[in-house]
């Protein structure tokens, strides 16, 4: 326990002094460098942490929504749909039945309603989602899945459509007025050129999906792209005609909605890598958009066809996953707002320009860089993803967000109201809590808190010091007693305050903090206060110059007063440590470094430094004002110190050893060799146990080369890899099976030929059994479980490495497929090999033989066409696809996720290609639509991996 304090200085009783122990906001060294770790110090009672809940709503008077951990993509949905006056009117409109529509929990249309009345009536800065989750049928755990914002925009459509109709599906789309808001209708057309015989259907569409393509820089003409019509090369049967003909296939809108959403298609897969990738391309877009040359040819006169922009969904980060956030405009001010989850805030217009993509704007010297509202985020990853277009309609339609309260149903607007008197009854009972000072009053022997408003006065806090020392009824009176700074563990009574000009103050203007502790001091009725002695003590920590740590140089300084000021400091210091030049600085308990320069040197310790008896300042001798710091150094070496663990091949015992992380694994290793008694040149390094993943010196930091603190490492005999070498690992393939086998593995310089790797193979049991020829022997990159890259004689590992694919960051180690062939191998550099099969429609299969073409490295299709026609003896016109790892495992859907049209795709080295004949029709699943054009294929082929978004509602699920 605490020491006693020593009581007032009253007349008969004795002054003890407790034992002095070193404490104080600031941290000391001994606290410092125990187990080379900053330990944080809680002086902070947990009443004084901001709770986001109660936190201010943002100076926009608009509510944030909280993420419930990957939710981003639906709170930018929701904003966007809040902000849709015609959207909110819509959903306003439907009234709950208890009878009809199910529980309240489990009620879309309703969670929706309440949702939408928080974010217009509700106190809180901040709503929550769940509830709206909850009524999707959704578990904790769907929260962390992210999901696609227009699959989430058409299921959520339809599920509240279904609720609308009361469960009758027939009429959900058709008759629900949200259909009418959305939904536009697209013109899918066939037209053979020979006779210019026409096929035409009109199809209800949601979204526009328009591709991110090079040389494609703005919106106007990606939609013009769009409507290009697609030729197909005999691939369409014309009745009319009564043959196989060429036609041409597109699209056109022929009815459009009031409100028009399109999709830019960023996620795509890479064809040399055949990883998923986001495509970062610039693609500008208007804030106002005419349809007019986008629309079906017929009469046009009378149609409005001006659209402007309403609302931009963002995605920021990569293919693998990234965050969703919202710019929308306030059709009735015309503001602009970003809505970021919990974060709302306005915005001007021209930042919508930064979410284009593509690389930053330059500016010339001349021309002054405007400042942004929003940032881009790293890498220039982050852009637009979904564009809604509002119609610019002549409507006498209140379109202001908070004009939503006489639209509401009074049910909402009930239960809003409920919830916004529970809430600010809580939030003042929090805000109590929060502003309260629990400031700790020693008196006497004894030792009282006092619980006070932050914002109350120091007359006030007197007060109730006064009546919790029991001094009400004895002849003392309030002019009696005053409040000192106290540091119970070295006895120092710190500064008094000025009844004339500080009493009246806040007690935050004083700077009296929940860990502040105050002595109470008591006078006669009829004496006066002794002189105050405001003297305080500080702890110096300090290093001589050339020096690398404190060592134990450590004294106590005597600052002579509370009014004190750090130059004053800085005197004595000097006077103190001898030093002719030094530098100041103030650790924090996490071990942050602030040097206080001599522009401070005017302020208070107390009250601006925050510098208090028992604190520690950390001094050091400088050559010069330019010198490094070297105090922040220090700390900066103790907390890039790192604990490693390593275990010797042989021996049971794990022992460890401390290194600063931005040492290297040579380093590493000079530290080791001592330590576990063999010569550093003698032991290699693994990162496993299982010693297969060796560390290779190299100019890396151990942080770099993927250490941390507590790995665990294992050390083995033998000559440690230079960074000149590599491990290379082979394996037999077998063409024919598929089948790999394992032909070993060896350290390599990285300057070794193919040439010379296929004569050294030779000296392989495995290989010598199948071939004595080196020219027999084809080396391949591994690509997945096949064969990649061909590489060739005159490359050298190094050019191998450089080929791996940018997902492969591991240069330390390189996997070879080995194949033999009966005869030579007779692919040169000039070639690429591809392995081709026919598919076959009607029995929805691949055939059984993959075939080897060697091709011309820049091949057309044209020429791969007239290639497979040859050597398969085809007498007509040949298609071609290449079919995704994924799509291989599920042949019963490749007829409808197959890109047919590879005109626009890479010829990709050791790719697996499909052909067919254009004479074959493909058997499409029943109630498959031809509306989707052939080159939107890709873009559903990216999601098809991901977990299919569901949402359930009474009358099933969506």
């Given at each position: 326990?605490?020491?006693?304090?020593?009581?007032?200085?009253?007349?008969?009783?004795?002054?003890?002094?407790?034992?002095?122990?070193?404490?104080?906001?600031?941290?000391?060294?001994?606290?410092?460098?125990?187990?080379?770790?900053?330990?944080?110090?809680?002086?902070?009672?947990?009443?004084?942490?901001?709770?986001?809940?109660?936190?201010?709503?943002?100076?926009?008077?608009?509510?944030?929504?909280?993420?419930?951990?990957?939710?981003?993509?639906?709170?930018?949905?929701?904003?966007?749909?809040?902000?849709?006056?015609?959207?909110?009117?819509?959903?306003?409109?439907?009234?709950?039945?208890?009878?009809?529509?199910?529980?309240?929990?489990?009620?879309?249309?309703?969670?929706?309603?309440?949702?939408?009345?928080?974010?217009?009536?509700?106190?809180?800065?901040?709503?929550?989602?769940?509830?709206?989750?909850?009524?999707?049928?959704?578990?904790?755990?769907?929260?962390?899945?992210?999901?696609?914002?227009?699959?989430?925009?058409?299921?959520?459509?339809?599920?509240?459509?279904?609720?609308?109709?009361?469960?009758?599906?027939?009429?959900?789309?058709?008759?629900?007025?949200?259909?009418?808001?959305?939904?536009?209708?697209?013109?899918?057309?066939?037209?053979?050129?020979?006779?210019?015989?026409?096929?035409?259907?009109?199809?209800?569409?949601?979204?526009?999906?328009?591709?991110?393509?090079?040389?494609?820089?703005?919106?106007?003409?990606?939609?013009?792209?769009?409507?290009?019509?697609?030729?197909?090369?005999?691939?369409?049967?014309?009745?009319?005609?009564?043959?196989?003909?060429?036609?041409?296939?597109?699209?056109?809108?022929?009815?459009?909605?009031?409100?028009?959403?399109?999709?830019?298609?960023?996620?795509?897969?890479?064809?040399?890598?055949?990883?998923?990738?986001?495509?970062?391309?610039?693609?500008?877009?208007?804030?106002?958009?005419?349809?007019?040359?986008?629309?079906?040819?017929?009469?046009?006169?009378?149609?409005?066809?001006?659209?402007?922009?309403?609302?931009?969904?963002?995605?920021?980060?990569?293919?693998?996953?990234?965050?969703?956030?919202?710019?929308?405009?306030?059709?009735?001010?015309?503001?602009?707002?970003?809505?970021?989850?919990?974060?709302?805030?306005?915005?001007?217009?021209?930042?919508?320009?930064?979410?284009?993509?593509?690389?930053?704007?330059?500016?010339?010297?001349?021309?002054?860089?405007?400042?942004?509202?929003?940032?881009?985020?790293?890498?220039?990853?982050?852009?637009?993803?979904?564009?809604?277009?509002?119609?610019?309609?002549?409507?006498?339609?209140?379109?202001?967000?908070?004009?939503?309260?006489?639209?509401?149903?009074?049910?909402?607007?009930?239960?809003?109201?409920?919830?916004?008197?529970?809430?600010?009854?809580?939030?003042?009972?929090?805000?109590?809590?929060?502003?309260?000072?629990?400031?700790?009053?020693?008196?006497?022997?004894?030792?009282?808190?006092?619980?006070?408003?932050?914002?109350?006065?120091?007359?006030?806090?007197?007060?109730?010091?006064?009546?919790?020392?029991?001094?009400?009824?004895?002849?003392?009176?309030?002019?009696?007693?005053?409040?000192?700074?106290?540091?119970?563990?070295?006895?120092?009574?710190?500064?008094?305050?000025?009844?004339?000009?500080?009493?009246?103050?806040?007690?935050?203007?004083?700077?009296?903090?929940?860990?502040?502790?105050?002595?109470?001091?008591?006078?006669?009725?009829?004496?006066?206060?002794?002189?105050?002695?405001?003297?305080?003590?500080?702890?110096?920590?300090?290093?001589?110059?050339?020096?690398?740590?404190?060592?134990?140089?450590?004294?106590?300084?005597?600052?002579?007063?509370?009014?004190?000021?750090?130059?004053?400091?800085?005197?004595?210091?000097?006077?103190?440590?001898?030093?002719?030049?030094?530098?100041?600085?103030?650790v924090s308990p996490e071990g942050h470094v602030t040097v206080l320069t001599e522009e401070d040197d005017s302020k208070n310790l107390i009250e601006d430094i925050q510098l208090v008896d028992g604190n520690s300042v950390h001094v050091e001798e400088v050559e010069s004002e330019n010198a490094p710091c070297l105090i922040r150094n220090i700390f900066d070496r103790m907390n890039?110190?790192?604990?490693?663990?390593?275990?010797?091949?042989?021996?049971?015992?794990?022992?460890?050893?401390?290194?600063?992380?931005?040492?290297?694994?040579?380093?590493?290793?000079?530290?080791?060799?001592?330590?576990?008694?063999?010569?550093?040149?003698?032991?290699?390094?693994?990162?496993?146990?299982?010693?297969?993943?060796?560390?290779?010196?190299?100019?890396?930091?151990?942080?770099?080369?993927?250490?941390?603190?507590?790995?665990?490492?294992?050390?083995?005999?033998?000559?440690?890899?230079?960074?000149?070498?590599?491990?290379?690992?082979?394996?037999?393939?077998?063409?024919?099976?598929?089948?790999?086998?394992?032909?070993?593995?060896?350290?390599?310089?990285?300057?070794?030929?193919?040439?010379?790797?296929?004569?050294?193979?030779?000296?392989?049991?495995?290989?010598?059994?199948?071939?004595?020829?080196?020219?027999?022997?084809?080396?391949?990159?591994?690509?997945?479980?096949?064969?990649?890259?061909?590489?060739?004689?005159?490359?050298?590992?190094?050019?191998?490495?450089?080929?791996?694919?940018?997902?492969?960051?591991?240069?330390?180690?390189?996997?070879?497929?080995?194949?033999?062939?009966?005869?030579?191998?007779?692919?040169?550099?000039?070639?690429?090999?591809?392995?081709?099969?026919?598919?076959?429609?009607?029995?929805?299969?691949?055939?059984?033989?993959?075939?080897?073409?060697?091709?011309?490295?820049?091949?057309?299709?044209?020429?791969?066409?007239?290639?497979?026609?040859?050597?398969?003896?085809?007498?007509?016109?040949?298609?071609?696809?290449?079919?995704?790892?994924?799509?291989?495992?599920?042949?019963?859907?490749?007829?409808?996720?197959?890109?047919?049209?590879?005109?626009?795709?890479?010829?990709?080295?050791?790719?697996?290609?499909?052909?067919?004949?254009?004479?074959?029709?493909?058997?499409?699943?029943?109630?498959?639509?031809?509306?989707?054009?052939?080159?939107?294929?890709?873009?559903?082929?990216?999601?098809?991996?991901?977990?299919?978004?569901?949402?359930?509602?009474?009358?099933?699920?969506?």
């Amino acid at each position: 326990e605490m020491a006693a304090p020593p009581p007032p200085p009253m007349k008969g009783l004795p002054v003890i002094k407790p034992a002095r122990v070193a404490t104080g906001p600031t941290a000391s060294l001994s606290a410092l460098l125990k187990k080379n770790k900053i330990e944080a110090n809680d002086d902070t009672p947990a009443t004084s942490q901001r709770h986001v809940h109660f936190q201010e709503k943002s100076s926009t008077g608009k509510v944030g929504l909280a993420n419930q951990g990957a939710t981003c993509y639906l709170n930018s949905l929701v904003q966007t749909l809040f902000m849709t006056p015609e959207f909110r009117n819509c959903l306003y409109s439907w009234r709950y039945n208890k009878d009809v529509d199910g529980a309240e929990h489990s009620c879309i249309p309703l969670q929706l309603q309440l949702l939408f009345g928080r974010l217009a009536l509700g106190e809180t800065a901040i709503s929550s989602t769940h509830d709206l989750t909850t009524s999707f049928g959704w578990k904790e755990a769907d929260a962390f899945q992210q999901h696609d914002v227009l699959e989430l925009l058409s299921k959520l459509f339809e599920a509240i459509e279904l609720s609308f109709s009361r469960g009758c599906q027939d009429s959900a789309w058709v008759n629900s007025p949200i259909s009418s808001l959305y939904k536009g209708s697209l013109m899918d057309f066939l037209q053979c050129i020979p006779a210019k015989h026409t096929r035409v259907r009109h199809d209800p569409f949601l979204e526009i999906p328009i591709a991110i393509s090079e040389g494609i820089e703005d919106l106007e003409t990606a939609l013009q792209n769009w409507i290009v019509p697609e030729n197909l090369d005999g691939a369409w049967s014309c009745e009319d005609c009564g043959e196989r003909v060429d036609a041409i296939k597109g699209l056109k809108i022929s009815e459009a909605s009031k409100f028009l959403v399109i999709q830019l298609k960023r996620f795509t897969y890479d064809p040399k890598t055949w990883q998923r990738i986001k495509l970062n391309q610039k693609l500008s877009f208007p804030t106002n958009l005419d349809i007019r040359p986008y629309l079906e040819e017929k009469d046009k006169s009378g149609i409005n066809t001006n659209y402007s922009l309403f609302s931009v969904l963002i995605h920021s980060g990569g293919a693998m996953g990234g965050h969703y956030y919202a710019m929308i405009k306030d059709v009735a001010s015309g503001k602009w707002y970003k809505f970021n989850d919990a974060s709302v805030m306005e915005i001007k217009e021209s930042d919508l320009e930064i979410m284009f993509g593509g690389s930053p704007p330059r500016h010339n010297n001349t021309t002054p860089t405007p400042t942004p509202t929003v940032s881009r985020g790293s890498f220039f990853s982050t852009n637009a993803y979904m564009l809604v277009y509002r119609r610019n309609d002549e409507e006498g339609e209140e379109t202001s967000v908070f004009g939503a309260k006489t639209e509401m149903p009074e049910y909402v607007s009930q239960k809003i109201q409920e919830e916004n008197q529970a809430f600010m009854k809580e939030k003042e009972e929090w805000i109590k809590r929060r502003d309260n000072l629990p400031l700790q009053v020693y008196f006497g022997k004894t030792s009282f808190v006092a619980h006070i408003d932050k914002n109350q006065n120091l007359s006030e806090l007197t007060r109730q010091a006064f009546n919790l020392a029991g001094l009400i009824g004895s002849h003392y009176n309030i002019s009696c007693v005053r409040l000192r700074r106290y540091n119970p563990n070295t006895e120092a009574k710190g500064r008094v305050w000025n009844k004339e000009t500080e009493y009246d103050k806040s007690l935050s203007s004083l700077a009296i903090l929940p860990s502040t502790c105050l002595w109470l001091e008591l006078k006669e009725p009829n004496e006066d206060f002794p002189e105050v002695d405001d003297s305080f003590k500080l702890s110096l920590i300090y290093v001589n110059a050339g020096k690398e740590d404190f060592s134990e140089n450590q004294i106590e300084i005597f600052v002579p007063s509370s009014e004190a000021t750090l130059g004053d400091l800085r005197k004595l210091v000097k006077d103190a440590l001898k030093f002719e030049k030094l530098r100041l600085a103030k650790v924090s308990p996490e071990g942050h470094v602030t040097v206080l320069t001599e522009e401070d040197d005017s302020k208070n310790l107390i009250e601006d430094i925050q510098l208090v008896d028992g604190n520690s300042v950390h001094v050091e001798e400088v050559e010069s004002e330019n010198a490094p710091c070297l105090i922040r150094n220090i700390f900066d070496r103790m907390n890039n110190t790192i604990q490693i663990y390593y275990l010797v091949t042989g021996q049971d015992e794990e022992k460890s050893v401390t290194i600063d992380q931005r040492k290297s694994v040579s380093d590493l290793r000079n530290i080791l060799a001592p330590l576990v008694g063999i010569d550093a040149g003698d032991f290699k390094i693994f990162k496993n146990k299982f010693q297969n993943s060796e560390c290779v010196d190299s100019t890396k930091n151990l942080q770099q080369s993927g250490f941390f603190d507590g790995q665990k490492i294992s050390i083995g005999l033998g000559k440690p890899m230079q960074s000149s070498e590599i491990s290379v690992t082979y394996f037999l393939f077998e063409k024919a099976t598929g089948a790999v086998s394992s032909l070993g593995n060896e350290i390599l310089q990285k300057e070794e030929t193919i040439m010379g790797i296929r004569e050294r193979l030779l000296k392989n049991p495995q290989i010598a059994l199948l071939t004595q020829d080196p020219d027999c022997i084809r080396l391949s990159l591994q690509k997945g479980n096949r064969p990649g890259p061909t590489l060739f004689d005159s490359d050298d590992l190094n050019l191998v490495i450089s080929k791996k694919s940018l997902h492969d960051l591991n240069n330390e180690a390189l996997t070879i497929l080995v194949q033999v062939f009966p005869t030579k191998d007779l692919v040169t550099k000039e070639q690429i090999v591809i392995n081709v099969s026919q598919w076959h429609p009607q029995q929805q299969k691949i055939d059984d033989n993959i075939n080897e073409l060697l091709i011309p490295r820049n091949s057309s299709w044209d020429s791969v066409k007239e290639l497979i026609q040859t050597k398969f003896g085809v007498n007509e016109g040949v298609v071609i696809a290449r079919p995704l790892p994924y799509q291989l495992k599920n042949t019963h859907t490749l007829c409808t996720t197959l890109n047919w049209a590879t005109q626009n795709e890479a010829i990709v080295e050791e790719s697996l290609f499909l052909w067919k004949k254009c004479s074959e029709q493909e058997v499409l699943p029943a109630g498959e639509s031809p509306t989707t054009k052939i080159s939107d294929v890709q873009q559903q082929q990216t999601t098809a991996q991901e977990q299919t978004l569901k949402i359930y509602t009474i009358y099933g699920e969506i």
